[in-house]
């Protein structure tokens, strides 16, 4: 052990028993509970089944559900709690903001949240209260209430940009320690000693009590990239969790010979001190990148000459930056060169500005004027990356959704590219004026132009050769669509190391079931999707994988499970089939801290990316987003980003052999497989961080049968 962290999990206990009554509710159950109960604090009702469950007085529960009730009123054991169930959630939190509320004199929904009147700040002319968020959480068979910092506009009919803006404003800052201190402030008002026996209603005598520890659970990390061992001060008895920081993944590069396979984990760095992966391949590719050009006559020059910073070194705008590193230029990075058409020349397309004097008539002048031009560029010349170049005067013209009809400029060109095997970029005119930004702008655009041109800019170093991975994403326009409206994403990598990322964008065939306002397939859609797996890979490696690990965003349906399980065990040669369940955790969060001289204290800078704790056989956090060493001195720490404290994914196997350990490890290295960025790393695996969003354009390709698309037509 080098590391432990602090969580904002409390151990909580739950009233052994509930109040149940047999009642008629009719239609709109939960809304005839609310109207009776919400804001009564003697009371907590929720329908559950064909019942009433609830918590108070026999004598008030009868009172007030008298018009309902079908029977008797009786006291059941409240055994296994199912949390996360919505009316068991509702009861339990509902009755603890209600007692919080009234002991402490505080505002509440009486659903999730508390606010403290007499703490404030102005935002954006609003004024904006202190809250706290209230959570529930289930580990290894023990329950907990997490603390969580949240805010509360006095005016609550502000639009919803000005409450994201004043969103993003309060959480920004509250750093690690601030988090801590925040978290801390509340806990001291909430939870005032060791054990808190917490009666609901207050001193009613009911025995509706929970018990609250007053202090939370902390968690020990071994850190895989330190040997030493670090004694700490924390109890024993409030160590509940382990974890491990894994190694940060390498990225393969090739040397500048082209003889070797050269190491690095930052994709920039690896990129200027070697070559790319592919360097050894660029005898059988040609040696330049062909471009054609789509540019109003009157924006021609400003584009022509910012393309062509292409070919010049560029410092990064602060020499202290700890991620960003100096662009080389585009042939000092990659070996290759850029062929820049002349505004003259045929591979330059200069299409009018529109005419149209509608709004959505304009958006659709705009795109035919675009595609146009595409088709022309397409017949000329050998194969190339066209830019589309999006003046600011056009900027409200992009895209509308009146309610019966949405279009997207963005989507539809990617698409029209796509179906007709063409690589496209889009440049906005706001990218090319701003020059803070300078050295990354033309970081990233070089990366789109070498990945583009069917390139491999870098693969994941990882010594598994056996194992593939598939993911799930969906687009679907709203949840009353019939079969054919469905757009079902899959992506597929075809090797452990991330090469050969492609989509099967395939319509759904039956209709797709709503659980909890998420989307799951059928038997035979998933079978269909499990088939897909299959031919994909063989067509791709000419063999089966021994492992095929896939991911999605929902849990897996009995249906879903049994329907990709059957359709890959066809295939006699596939040993194990992980399916893994990846979404960002909305409640548990944790600091770190620092150990001097066995001392604990919290520390500035957030949990390091990497940090993996084990929830319980089936279930783990992931820090795929936190704190990585600086680029400017590997022993100081950088947080991208910089906002708030980073967000944990929780994994969830639902089927498989693979240990949670390798799982974690895998989606780790996955996150740093997106050709689309320079960043260390995405915050979700490239198996499923763009399957939702190539599944929308998809939505707008003719033919989504049978055709494999590769991931770069999308980016």
Same mark, same amino acid.
């Given at each position: 052990?080098?590391?432990?962290?602090?969580?904002?999990?409390?151990?909580?206990?739950?009233?052994?028993?509930?109040?149940?009554?047999?009642a008629?509710?009719?239609?709109?159950?939960w809304?005839k509970?609310?109207?009776?109960?919400l804001l009564?604090?003697?009371i907590?009702a929720?329908?559950?089944?064909k019942?009433?469950?609830?918590?108070g007085?026999s004598e008030n529960?009868?009172?007030?559900?008298?018009d309902?009730s079908? /029977?008797?009123? @009786?006291?059941?054991?409240?055994?296994e709690?199912?949390i996360?169930?919505?009316?068991?959630?509702?009861?339990?939190l509902?009755s603890?903001?209600?007692?919080?509320?009234?002991?402490?004199?505080?505002?509440?929904n009486?659903?999730?949240?508390?606010?403290d009147?007499?703490?404030?700040?102005y935002?954006?002319?609003?004024k =904006? #209260?202190?809250?706290?968020?209230?959570?529930?959480?289930?580990?290894?068979?023990?329950?907990?209430l997490?603390l969580?910092?949240?805010? $509360?506009?006095?005016n609550?009919d502000v639009e919803?940009?000005?409450?994201q803006?004043?969103?993003?404003?309060?959480?920004?800052?509250i750093?690690?320690d601030?988090?801590n201190?925040?978290v801390d402030?509340?806990?001291?008002k909430?939870?005032v000693?060791?054990?808190?026996?917490?009666?609901f209603?207050?001193?009613?005598?009911t025995?509706?009590?929970?018990?609250?520890?007053?202090?939370p659970?902390?968690?020990n990390?071994?850190?895989?990239n330190? +040997?030493?061992?670090n004694?700490?001060?924390?109890?024993?008895s409030l %160590?509940?969790?382990?974890?491990?920081?894994?190694?940060e993944t390498?990225l393969?590069f090739?040397s500048?010979?082209? +003889?070797?396979?050269?190491?690095?984990?930052?994709?920039?760095r690896g990129?200027?001190?070697?070559?790319?992966f592919?360097s050894?391949?660029?005898n059988?590719?040609d040696?330049?990148?062909?471009?054609?050009?789509?540019?109003p006559?009157?924006d021609?020059e400003?584009l022509?000459?910012?393309? &062509?910073? $292409?070919?010049?070194e560029?410092?990064?705008?602060?020499p202290k930056?700890?991620?960003?590193?100096?662009?080389?230029?585009? #042939?000092?990075t990659?070996?290759?060169?850029?062929?820049?058409?002349n505004?003259?020349?045929? &591979?330059?397309?200069?299409?009018?500005?529109p005419?149209?004097?509608?709004?959505k008539?304009? =958006?659709?002048?705009?795109k035919r004027?675009?595609c146009?031009?595409i088709?022309?560029l397409s017949?000329v010349?050998?194969?190339k990356i066209?830019?589309?170049?999006?003046?600011?005067?056009w900027d409200?013209f %992009?895209h509308?959704n009146?309610?019966i009809?949405?279009?997207?400029l963005?989507?539809?060109?990617k698409?029209?590219?796509?179906?007709?095997?063409?690589?496209?970029?889009?440049?906005?005119?706001k990218?090319?004026?701003d @020059?803070?930004l300078?050295?990354?702008?033309?970081?990233?655009?070089?990366?789109s132009?070498?990945v583009?041109s069917?390139?491999?800019?870098?693969?994941?170093?990882?010594?598994?050769?056996?194992t593939a991975f598939?993911?799930?994403?969906?687009s679907?326009?709203?949840?009353?669509d019939d079969?054919?409206?469905?757009i079902l994403g899959?992506s597929?990598?075809?090797?452990?190391?991330?090469?050969?990322?492609? #989509?099967?964008?395939s319509? =759904?065939?039956?209709?797709i079931?709503?659980?909890?306002?998420?989307?799951?397939?059928?038997?035979?859609?998933?079978y269909?999707?499990?088939r897909?797996?299959?031919?994909?890979?063989?067509?791709?490696?000419n063999e089966?994988?021994?492992?095929?690990v896939?991911?999605?965003?929902?849990?897996?349906t009995?249906?879903e499970k049994?329907?990709?399980?059957?359709?890959?065990?066809?295939?006699?040669k596939?040993?194990n089939?992980?399916?893994?369940?990846? &979404?960002?955790?909305?409640?548990?969060?944790?600091?770190?801290s620092?150990?001097?001289?066995?001392?604990?204290?919290?520390?500035g800078?957030s =949990?390091?990316?990497?940090?993996c704790?084990q929830? &319980?056989?089936?279930?783990?956090?992931?820090y795929a987003?936190?704190?990585?060493?600086?680029?400017?001195n590997?022993k100081?720490?950088?947080?991208p980003? /910089?906002?708030?404290?980073p967000?944990?994914?929780r994994i969830?196997k639902?089927?498989?052999n693979?240990s949670?350990? $390798?799982?974690a490890?895998?989606?780790?290295g996955?996150?740093?497989?997106?050709?689309?960025?320079?960043n260390?790393y995405?915050?979700?695996?490239?198996?499923?961080?763009?399957s939702?969003e190539i599944?929308r354009?998809?939505?707008?390709?003719?033919?989504?049968?049978?055709? +494999? #698309?590769?991931?770069?037509y999308?980016i």
């Open positions: 052990v080098n590391k432990v962290l602090k969580s904002n999990l409390f151990p909580i206990e739950f009233p052994k028993e509930v109040l149940v009554l047999e008629d509710l009719g239609e709109k159950p809304e509970i609310k109207e009776k109960t009564d604090i003697s907590v929720v329908p559950y089944g019942d009433i469950w609830a918590f007085t529960v009868q009172k007030i559900f008298s309902y079908a /029977g008797e009123l @009786k006291r059941k054991p409240l055994t709690i199912k996360y169930n919505q009316s068991i959630s509702y009861l339990l509902s603890l903001c209600k007692i919080f509320s009234q002991k402490n004199n505080l505002e509440s009486f659903k999730n949240k508390l606010w009147k007499s703490k404030y700040v935002i954006l002319n609003q =904006v #209260y202190q809250a706290l968020s209230l959570g529930l959480e289930k580990i290894d068979g023990k329950y907990y997490s969580n910092p949240n805010f $509360q506009i006095e609550n919803k940009e000005i409450k803006q004043i969103g993003l404003t309060f959480f920004h800052k750093y690690n601030k988090y201190a925040y402030e509340w806990r001291k909430l939870l000693t060791k054990d808190n026996k917490l009666e209603p207050i001193n009613s005598g025995g509706f009590v929970f018990n609250i520890k007053g202090s659970i902390f968690t990390i071994c850190d895989l330190n +040997q030493y061992t004694n700490h001060s924390v109890p024993e %160590l509940k969790l382990k974890g491990i920081q894994f190694k390498n393969v090739s500048n010979n082209g +003889q070797r396979n050269i190491l690095d984990t930052h994709p920039m990129l200027v001190d070697n070559k790319p592919d050894g391949l660029y059988l590719l040696n330049t990148i062909n471009f054609g050009i789509i540019c006559e009157q021609s400003k022509y000459t910012f393309l &062509n910073t $292409q070919n010049q560029i410092p990064k705008n602060n930056d700890n991620y960003i590193i100096d662009f080389k230029g585009f #042939y000092n990659y070996g290759i060169s850029l062929n820049i058409p505004i003259s020349s045929q &591979n330059w397309e200069k299409p009018n500005d005419v149209e004097t509608n709004e008539k304009i =958006v659709h002048e705009i004027n675009i146009d031009k088709n022309k017949s010349g050998s194969q066209i830019i589309i170049f999006i003046p600011k005067r409200n %992009l509308y009146d309610g009809e949405s279009f997207d963005h989507d539809y060109i698409a029209f590219c796509a179906e007709k095997g063409l690589t496209s970029q889009i440049i906005r005119e990218t090319i004026i @020059k803070s300078n050295c990354q702008i033309n970081w990233w655009l070089s990366l132009f070498f583009k069917f390139r491999t800019p870098w693969v994941i170093h990882n010594a598994d050769k056996n598939a993911g799930i994403g969906y679907i326009d709203n949840k009353s079969k054919g409206h469905i899959c597929h990598i075809y090797s452990s190391d991330g090469e050969g990322l492609k #989509y099967k964008l319509k =759904v065939n039956d209709k079931k709503w659980i909890n306002k998420k989307p799951h397939l059928s038997y035979d859609d998933a269909e999707f499990g897909n797996v299959l031919h994909l890979f063989y067509e791709s490696m089966v994988p021994k492992r095929v896939i991911h999605k965003r929902t849990f897996y009995d249906e049994q329907g990709i399980l059957d359709s890959l065990f066809d295939s006699k596939i040993e089939i992980d399916l893994i369940e990846i &979404n960002f955790e909305d409640n548990i969060r944790y600091v770190s620092k150990i001097s001289n066995g001392e604990t204290k919290i520390d800078f =949990v390091s990316r990497g940090t704790i929830l &319980n056989n089936n279930e783990a956090l992931l987003h936190g704190i990585i060493p600086s680029v400017v590997p100081f720490n950088f947080y980003g /910089g906002r708030y404290i967000k944990p994914l969830i639902h089927h498989g693979g949670l350990e $390798q799982i490890n895998e989606i780790l996955l996150t740093k497989m997106n050709w689309n960025s320079l260390m995405s915050q979700l695996p490239a198996t499923i961080s763009s939702n599944a354009i998809g939505k707008l390709i003719e033919n989504t049968e049978k055709i +494999q #698309y590769d991931y770069r999308f």
